[in-house]
């Protein structure tokens, strides 16, 4: 998440919509299973920037809503390239609907800094587990440890995905059911 000067916004694209769909439905299905369906579900519509830097922004969301936008040109590049592009793209969506979520829980607290101080201990956990024990041989805890996970909101988004998934190994997955337990709803029956 950053803000682009240069990034224009662009609210619809037939081929894009077609190419997203499937991963949306996915992003807002997990999301469901783990009991996050009475928020908005994820609505995705794109930007692209002039200058096409590469590390450029791959997803931004609009601050306070689960409005995600996804770069064109990313779109387009993992179209030609990606194994398995559905869940690429449902993890970008993913990492966005997190910052929302974030705005949620900040909303709710009852101390200000609250979540975020519990979002920065459990970061550090994070990397204190990968140093001591090297987790490296976990795919997923080693996606989590890079440079751009190095800023305790971004990680966050990022371990918020798998965690969707199912995926997030614990103990972090356990800080995820209690840190959202009060935006959760009941299970499905
Ligand atoms: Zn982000």
């Known amino acids: 998440m950053r803000f682009l000067s240069s990034a224009q916004f662009i609210e619809r694209s037939q081929v894009a919509d077609e190419f997203v769909a499937p991963s949306a439905a996915l992003a807002n299905r997990l999301l469901g299973a783990r009991g996050l369906d009475r928020l908005p579900p994820c609505s995705v519509s794109y930007f692209v920037e002039e200058l096409h830097r590469p590390g450029a922004a791959i997803g931004l969301h609009t601050k306070g809503t689960a409005e995600i936008r996804l770069n064109l040109a990313w779109l387009a ?22 910052h929302f979520v974030l705005d949620l829980l900040e909303a709710r607290e009852t101390g200000a800094g609250a979540v975020r101080r519990r979002i920065a201990a459990e970061h550090a956990d994070f990397l204190s587990r990968m140093r ?8 997923v805890s080693r996606k989590l440890l890079s440079d751009h996970n190095s800023v305790a909101e971004e990680w966050y988004c990022d371990a918020f995905a798998y965690w969707a998934a199912g995926t997030l190994p614990d103990p972090h997955a356990a800080f995820f059911d209690e840190l959202l337990a009060g935006v959760r709803g009941l299970p499905a029956a």
Do not use: T
């Not at 001591?132 to 795919?139: C, F, K, S, Y």
């Open 132 to 139: 001591r024990l090297g987790w490296l041989a976990d795919p």
């Open 77 to 98: 590049d993992l179209a030609q390239r990606a194994a398995d592009p559905e869940w690429e793209v449902a993890f970008v969506v993913l990492h966005e609907y997190a």
